[in-house]
C-alpha cells in the first residue's frame, strides 16, 4: 500500500501502518497464553474435583448394594421377616416410592406450570412480583418444615396421628412446585416472542397461542425441569417420616394408612443395626440391615437414573428440529 | 373481496410516548400501498395498528379511527382475534414455528384455533398457499421436513403462505426482503404483484426501488426529531411521489439526501 500522488496523507506514515500492522499480527502476547494454560489446568482440576464423589459414591454404593441387589430383594417386602433372616426387600418401599412420587407430581406439575404461565404471559405488577417472591422462599423451605405442613394440615381435618401416603404426597408437593415454577418459568421466556406474535397475526386467541405454540415449543425444556424437581423430591426422606410412616408389608392405597418408601426404609435399615446372632441353629446374618440399607439404595440411584433417560428420550422427542 | 381501509386522525402510542401522530389515510382495496421514511419514524408502529398487533405490547394503545368497509376495528364490539383473521401480517424476520413442520406451517392458521379441516382439504389449501407464494416447486417433496430447515427466502415465503392461508384480505408486510438477498427479494416482488390480484397489501420498505417497483401508492413518513412523534407527510401515486412530490421533505428523502 503505498500512495503515488501527493495526496494530504504522505506516504511515509502509510507504509509504518502497514508494518505496525503486520507487527501486531505477529505478536505473540505470551502472557495470555500462560494465562489460558494456567486456566485450563484449573478448569480440568475443578472437574477431577467434581467427579471425584460422584463416583466415590456411584462405586461405593453398587459395591456394597449389588450383593442383595436381586429378583427376590425387589420382589418381596419386609412381612413377616426379623432378625438376622436371610429375606426381606423393597417391594413395599419401591410401591410406596412411586405412588407418592406420582401423586407429589400431578399435584405440583399442573400448579407449576400455570404459575410459570401466569409469572411469564400474564403477570405484571405487584402481584407478579409477590408470587415470584413467595416462590423464592418456598424453594428455601426446609423439608421438614414441609412434612410438619402437610401433617399439620391433615391433623386438623383427621385428628392426630393420621398417616396416609397422599399426606407424603402434599408435603413433596410442597417442595416440587418452586422446582417446577422456576424452571418452566426459564423455559418459557427462552420461546421468541416473534412466535406469539406470529401467532397472534394469525388470529390466533392468546390462550391458543400459549397451550399450542409457546408450551409446546418449550415441551423439551420443562419435561427436563419436571424431571429434575421429579428427582429432586424421590430422595426425601424426613418428611415422609413423618407423614407417611413406616410400615413392614405392602400398602397400595394412597389414601388409607402407612406406606413405605424407599429413604425411609433406607434409614430405617440402618438405624436397626447390626443383629446379636445367639442362636446358633437359624440362618443369621449380623449385618443384614446394612445390607438391605444399600441394596435399597442402589435401587433408588438406578430409578433415578431410569427417570433421567425416559426424560432425555422424551425432551428429544418434543425438540425442534431442523432437518 | 379485498377491502378498503380508512384511517383517521390516529394517534398512536406506548404508554405515554407518542410514537405516530394524526395520520389519516385510505387505503385502496387490491393494490399495493408501500409506507417510507427514516429509521425510526414509526412505520412499522404505524403498520401493527392496521391488524391490532400493537396493543400486543404491554402500554400500547391508539386514538383514533381505523375502519375497514364502515367498521371501526377499534370499535368496542370489535374482536382484536377476528381482525387479525381478516388482515394478515408477515414480519421483518421470517419467523415459521420451529415444531412445525413446512405443511403444519401452512396450516397453522387453521390447526391452531382448532377448526376441523379433512385431510383432502388440508392437502388442498397447503398446495394453493404454497403456490401462491412461490414456494410449493421447492419444497412439495418434503412438505413433512421441519420449516426451519428452509433456506431465509424460502422461510420468509413459508410465511406468506403461511398467512395467505388464513385468507385474509389485508396482506401486512413489514420490510419482508430486509433480511434476503437480491434474487429471493425479486421472487417476493414478483409475489406481492401477483397476490395484489385479490388482496389489499400495505408494506413498509427501506429501499426506495423496491416501493417504487412493486406499489401502486406510497405513504412518506417523517419524524422532526429524536423523541418528537413520526408523522404521515405525504401520500400519493407512487409515479407523482417519486417524480414530483409536493413536499420538499418527500423530495430529499426519496433522492437520498438524508435518512
Ligand atoms: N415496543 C416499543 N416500546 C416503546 N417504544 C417503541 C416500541 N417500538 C417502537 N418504539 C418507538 O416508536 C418509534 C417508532 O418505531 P418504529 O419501530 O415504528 O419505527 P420504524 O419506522 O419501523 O423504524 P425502522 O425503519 O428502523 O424499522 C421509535 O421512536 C421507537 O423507539
Ligand atoms: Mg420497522
Same mark, same amino acid.
Not at chain 2, 17 to 25: C, G, K, Q, R, T
Not at chain 2, 92 to 109: D, H, K, W, Y
Not at chain 2, 201 to 210: A, P, R, S, Y
Not at chain 2, 238 to 257: C, H, K, L, N, W
Given at each position: ?79 413377616? +421377616?426379623? *432378625?438376622? $433372616?436371610? #429375606? ?11 405412588? %407418592? !412420587?406420582? /401423586? ?118 420443562? +419435561?427436563? *425441569?419436571? $424431571?429434575? #424437581? ?11 417420616? %413423618? !407423614?407417611? /410412616? ?78 | ?259
Amino acid at each position: 500500500m503505498t500512495a503515488t500522488t501527493a495526496s494530504p496523507q504522505p506516504a511515509a506514515p502509510r507504509s509504518d501502518r502497514s508494518d505496525e500492522v503486520r507487527k501486531a499480527l505477529r505478536t505473540v502476547d505470551t502472557g495470555r497464553r500462560r494465562k489460558d494454560r494456567a486456566m485450563q489446568v484449573v478448569v480440568y482440576v475443578a472437574f477431577a474435583l467434581a467427579v471425584i464423589p460422584l463416583i466415590s459414591v456411584a462405586w461405593t454404593v453398587l459395591s456394597n448394594g449389588i450383593e442383595r441387589f436381586d429378583w427376590y430383594f425387589l420382589t418381596h417386602s419386609m412381612r413377616g +421377616v426379623f *432378625g438376622g $433372616m436371610d #429375606a426381606g426387600g423393597i417391594y413395599h418401599a419401591i410401591v410406596g416410592t412411586f405412588e %407418592i !412420587t406420582l /401423586g407429589a407430581t400431578i399435584i405440583s406439575v399442573p400448579i407449576g406450570i400455570l404459575t410459570a404461565i401466569y409469572l411469564v404471559e400474564y403477570g405484571r405488577g405487584s402481584l407478579a412480583r409477590s408470587v415470584t417472591f413467595f416462590v423464592d422462599v418456598m424453594t428455601g423451605i426446609p423439608s421438614i418444615v414441609a412434612g410438619l405442613f402437610a401433617y399439620a394440615l391433615f391433623a386438623v381435618f383427621f385428628g392426630p396421628g393420621i398417616s396416609m401416603g397422599i399426606m407424603g404426597s402434599i408435603a413433596l408437593s410442597v417442595l416440587m412446585i418452586p422446582v417446577v415454577v422456576r424452571s418452566t418459568e426459564e423455559m418459557l421466556k427462552l420461546v421468541p416472542n416473534e412466535l406469539r406474535e406470529a401467532s397472534y397475526a394469525l388470529g390466533v386467541p392468546k390462550w391458543l397461542t400459549i397451550v399450542k405454540v409457546v408450551l409446546r415449543t418449550a415441551t423439551a425444556g420443562i +419435561v427436563t *425441569g419436571v $424431571m429434575l #424437581a421429579v428427582a429432586r423430591v424421590i430422595g426425601e426422606t424426613a418428611p415422609l417420616l %413423618i !407423614t407417611v /410412616g413406616v410400615i413392614d408389608s405392602i400398602n397400595f392405597n394412597l389414601f388409607d394408612g402407612r406406606m413405605m418408601t424407599l429413604p425411609v426404609y433406607v434409614y430405617r435399615q440402618y438405624s436397626q443395626g447390626y443383629v446379636p446372632c445367639n442362636d446358633a441353629s437359624a440362618v443369621c446374618i449380623p449385618e443384614i440391615n446394612f445390607d438391605r440399607a444399600w441394596a435399597a439404595a442402589l435401587t433408588l440411584i438406578l430409578i433415578v437414573m431410569v427417570l433421567n433417560i425416559l426424560a432425555r428420550l422424551v425432551s428429544r422427542y418434543f425438540s425442534p428440529k431442523i432437518r | 373481496m379485498a377491502q378498503r381501509i380508512d384511517v383517521k386522525d390516529l394517534n398512536i402510542f406506548y404508554s405515554d410516548f407518542l410514537a405516530v401522530e394524526d395520520v389519516s389515510m385510505a387505503i385502496e382495496p387490491k393494490s399495493v400501498t408501500a409506507f417510507i421514511g427514516p429509521s425510526g419514524c414509526g412505520k412499522s408502529t404505524f403498520l401493527r395498528t392496521l391488524n391490532r398487533m400493537h396493543e400486543v405490547i404491554p402500554g400500547a394503545r391508539v386514538e383514533g379511527t381505523v375502519a375497514m368497509e364502515g367498521v371501526d376495528l377499534y370499535g368496542d364490539d370489535v374482536d382484536p382475534v377476528a381482525v387479525r383473521r381478516q388482515v394478515g401480517m408477515v414480519f421483518q424476520r421470517p419467523n415459521p414455528f420451529p415444531t412445525m413442520s413446512i405443511e403444519e406451517n401452512v396450516l397453522a392458521g387453521v390447526r391452531l384455533v382448532n377448526k376441523k379441516i379433512s385431510k383432502s382439504d388440508a392437502a388442498d389449501l397447503v398446495e394453493e398457499s404454497l403456490r401462491h407464494a412461490n414456494l410449493w416447486e421447492e419444497v412439495k417433496d418434503r412438505l413433512a421436513k421441519p420449516g426451519s430447515g428452509l433456506s431465509g427466502g424460502q422461510q420468509q415465503r413459508l410465511c406468506i403462505a403461511r398467512a395467505i392461508a388464513v385468507r385474509p384480505q389485508v396482506l401486512l408486510m413489514d420490510e419482508p426482503c430486509s433480511a434476503l438477498d437480491p434474487i429471493s427479494t425479486l421472487a417476493i416482488e414478483d409475489l406481492i404483484t401477483e397476490l395484489k390480484q385479490d388482496y389489499t397489501i400495505c408494506i413498509v420498505t427501506h429501499n426506495m426501488q423496491q416501493a417504487a417497483r412493486v406499489s401502486d401508492r406510497t405513504g412518506f413518513f417523517n419524524i422532526a426529531g429524536t423523541g418528537k412523534p413520526g408523522k404521515l407527510i405525504e401520500m400519493d401515486d407512487t409515479g407523482v411521489m417519486f417524480s414530483s412530490p409536493s413536499e420538499q421533505a418527500t423530495e430529499d428523502y426519496i433522492s437520498g439526501r438524508f435518512g
